[in-house]
Every structure is written in structure tokens, then in C-alpha cells.
């Protein structure tokens, strides 16, 4: 039971409400993530094809919600259709889909936002407050449910934040890396990866793929130029350490079992494996390579190289997405390449929007 996914918790939570409640032909969430200020569809269930799915947009940008969430309150729409004026897309989807009201919360969990909760239906006018009342007692339920699905990879993170403060200081383990890295990858994921639910988890772990660089030495890791072979042997076992240090902390915090695990593992133990073969630890190749592993690995190396590291300065973007093409098919999965190059706009957003001034510093030599 606790290996379902969230979307299939959500499922038999909507069918209950079908079988209680009525006519709620589709439930949706949408996740808040506060340091990019923006809004990811996350799991719903509805009745026939959703019609909103790896949507993203800035809550700034959707004033009507983001009024909810400073009031602390829900909105019943009763007419879908007298809205058409200005709706946002996500409004005119949802008209598209053929419904015509809705009930919208925020979520919160200790008090910050955490999403929100849409409940819509064919039906106008359908969100009496009978209806509203008993709805809020699922969307409780839905609440905790999203709360403690995040809080085990919350715990997670937080443990290897904390390893890493615990730790030397470390230039390439900024927090900056950390987000670029994982925003990357959230923009690849939602082209190639099924479910939102899964590009949520890849988002969270992306950020940890070189938490095994804490067992290199710095001499090695902060060389102020080319390692030697030796030493570039050594700075590959970050691989192998990161692997053995995550199956520790998952084991620890009993997460052995989750679902999630598995994505983790790939993001850590297949970031430098490449496409033809040549790369490590295991030297696997094309869909032998997790897909995690595949994506993370363009996110990665994009960012090392259009950000200064202790060995090299920072290259522009448009070298940085030179050197993705001309790797393409070799280095790197081509499926990858071509939604960096589709969405570079997006990327070109995230490189200035978690860059700090400080990490310019970042170059020694
Ligand atoms: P990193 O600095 O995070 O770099 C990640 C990956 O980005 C590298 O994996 C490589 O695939 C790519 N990359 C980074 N800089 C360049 C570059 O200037 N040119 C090219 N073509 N690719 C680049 P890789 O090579 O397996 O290295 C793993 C880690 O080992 C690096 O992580 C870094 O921490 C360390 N490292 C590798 N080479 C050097 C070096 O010459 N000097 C130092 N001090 N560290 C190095
Ligand atoms: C909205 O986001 O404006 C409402 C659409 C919905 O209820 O899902
Ligand atoms: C790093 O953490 O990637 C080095 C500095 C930077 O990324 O901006
Ligand atoms: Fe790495
Ligand atoms: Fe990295």
C-alpha cells in the first residue's frame, strides 16, 4: 500500500468522493516550489484525458491563485464559461475538458504553501456549500498524503545538506549547482519523463547526483588545474562512494522500500555514464543507461561547464550548448539534447536566475 503511487492514492480518493460526494468529475494538484516561485502540475485523476498535464508557471503570473494563498482561502467558480474574458490557460483548458465549475484551495503543511488542491466538475453551480464542506475534509486527507510523500525525500535532502555543511567547503557543491542542475533536469524530465509525479522526484534528487564527492580528497577536487591520471581515477570514485553513502542514509531513514529509491540510485550510480559506452563507472550504453542517469548527465555537465570550476573558466551558454550538440549521440542521449535546445530559453532563465555573483570566485587558477 505505501508503494502506490500518489497518483493512484489520489484515484481511489476521487472514487470515493464519486461514490459519497458526487459529481466531481476531476481532481488536480499543483505543487509550489518556493525557490523558483513556481507552480508544476503534480498528480490529479480524471474522468477521460486530462487536460492539464507538464504545466508549469510562475505563481506571480496567475494572480487569482496567488490571491487564495494570501488570504489563506478556497474560491468556488460556479460558471466556468462567464470567466472566458481573461482566463488563464490552465482555466481554458479545464473549460476545453467540458467543465464547468470549480472549488480551488491552497494546501499548506507547517504552514507554507505546498500547492494546490482544484476539484472540478461538468456540472455548473455544482460546489454548494454542502458539497464544499464534505470536499474539505478530503482535501485534509490529500494534504497529509502530499505532506508525508514529500517529508521522506525532504528528510533525505536534508541529511545530505547536512553532510555537506558538516563537510570542507566545497565550491562545486553550491547551492547554485544544486538548483541549476535540478531545474535542468525538471525541463528534460517533463518532455521525456512519464508521469508529473516522477519529474517531481527526479527534480528533488537531481541535486544530489555528486553528494559522493565528500569521501575526494580537495587536493584532488580543488586543483587549481588538469588532474593526472591518478588523480582523475580517484575523483571518479565519487561514483561509487555516493552510492554507497545513499544506500546507508536510505537504510537509516527506512527508506529502503519507497518507490522513489531507485530513481535516486540512478541519478547517482549513471551521471557519467555516456551514451556510446565510454563513459563510468560501469561503461553501459544508450537504454542500458537509466534514463535518470541519461538526463542528469546533460544537466550536469552543462552547468560545469558554463560555470567557473576550480580548474577552468566559465564557458557562455551558447558554447555550453555547442558542446551538448557536438556531443550528441556520443556523449550524450540525442533524445536529451534536443528538448535542452527546444526549451533553451527556459534554460537560459534558470542560469540567471540561480546565479550568484559570489560564485564567480569560484575560478583560482
Ligand atoms: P565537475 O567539475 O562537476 O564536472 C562534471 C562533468 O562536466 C565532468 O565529468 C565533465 O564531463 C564535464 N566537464 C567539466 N568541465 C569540463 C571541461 O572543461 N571540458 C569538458 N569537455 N567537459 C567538462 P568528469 O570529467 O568525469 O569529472 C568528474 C569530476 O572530477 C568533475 O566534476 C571535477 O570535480 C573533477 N575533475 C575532472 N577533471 C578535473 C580537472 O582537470 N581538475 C580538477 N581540479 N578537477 C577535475
Ligand atoms: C483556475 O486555475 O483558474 C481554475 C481552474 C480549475 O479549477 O482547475
Ligand atoms: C558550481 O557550484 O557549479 C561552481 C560554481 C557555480 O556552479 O557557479
Ligand atoms: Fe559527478
Ligand atoms: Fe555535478
Not at 510562475?58 to 478556497?74: A, C, G, I, W, Y
Not at 530513481?263 to 550510480?269: A, G, P, S, T, Y
Request: proline content about 3%; glycine content about 8%; aromatic content about 8%.
Amino acid at each position: 500500500m505505501h508503494n502506490d503511487t500518489l497518483g493512484q492514492k489520489i484515484a481511489d480518493i476521487h472514487a470515493q468522493i464519486k461514490t459519497h460526494v458526487g459529481n466531481v468529475g476531476r481532481i488536480g494538484i499543483a505543487l509550489y516550489n518556493a525557490d523558483s516561485d513556481t507552480l508544476s502540475t503534480f498528480v490529479h485523476s480524471s474522468d477521460g484525458q486530462s487536460p492539464l498535464e507538464h504545466y508549469q508557471v510562475r505563481l506571480t503570473e496567475v494572480p487569482s491563485l496567488q490571491q487564495l494563498h494570501n488570504d489563506h482561502r478556497s474560491r468556488i467558480i460556479d460558471d466556468l464559461e462567464a470567466l472566458a474574458g481573461s482566463p488563464s490557460t490552465h482555466t481554458r483548458r479545464i473549460l476545453a475538458a467540458g467543465y464547468r465549475s470549480s472549488y480551488t484551495s491552497p494546501l499548506y503543511a507547517h504552514g507554507q504553501l505546498l500547492g494546490f488542491l482544484f476539484f472540478d466538475s461538468r456540472q455548473p453551480g455544482y460546489f454548494r456549500n454542502s458539497v464544499t464542506l464534505q470536499l474539505d475534509t478530503y482535501a485534509e486527507l490529500i494534504s497529509a498524503l502530499i505532506s508525508y510523500d514529500l517529508s521522506t525525500t525532504r528528510a533525505l535532502r536534508s541529511a545530505v545538506a547536512l553532510t555537506r555543511e558538516l563537510g570542507r567547503h566545497r565550491d562545486e557543491e553550491t547551492a547554485g549547482h544544486v538548483n541549476r542542475v535540478a531545474h535542468y533536469t525538471r525541463s528534460i524530465g517533463l518532455a521525456l519523463v512519464g508521469s508529473d509525479e516522477d519529474v517531481e522526484f527526479l527534480f528533488q534528487f537531481a541535486g544530489l547526483h555528486d553528494i559522493g564527492k565528500i569521501a575526494i580528497p580537495d587536493h584532488i577536487l580543488l586543483k587549481a588545474g588538469k588532474l593526472t591520471a591518478e588523480e582523475y581515477a580517484i575523483a571518479q570514485l565519487h561514483v561509487g562512494k555516493g552510492s554507497e553513502m545513499i544506500e546507508v542514509m536510505m537504510r537509516e531513514f527506512g527508506l529502503a522500500n519507497e518507490r522513489y529509491t531507485q530513481m535516486l540510485r540512478d541519478v547517482i550510480c549513471c551521471h557519467h555514464e555516456r551514451w556510446d559506452g565510454g563513459g563510468y563507472p560501469r561503461g553501459l550504453a544508450g537504454e542500458a543507461i537509466p534514463l535518470a542517469g541519461r538526463i542528469v548527465a546533460v544537466a550536469d555537465v552543462f552547468d560545469a561547464l558554463t560555470n567557473p570550476r576550480p580548474y577552468k573558466r566559465a564557458w557562455t551558454l551558447d558554447e555550453g550548448l555547442a558542446y551538448l550538440r557536438e556531443h550528441s549521440g556520443s556523449q550524450f542521449d540525442p533524445r536529451c539534447v534536443a528538448v535542452a535546445e527546444q526549451h533553451f530559453d527556459d534554460w537560459r532563465a534558470i542560469h540567471a536566475h540561480f546565479h550568484s555573483p559570489g560564485e564567480d570566485a569560484g575560478f583560482a587558477a
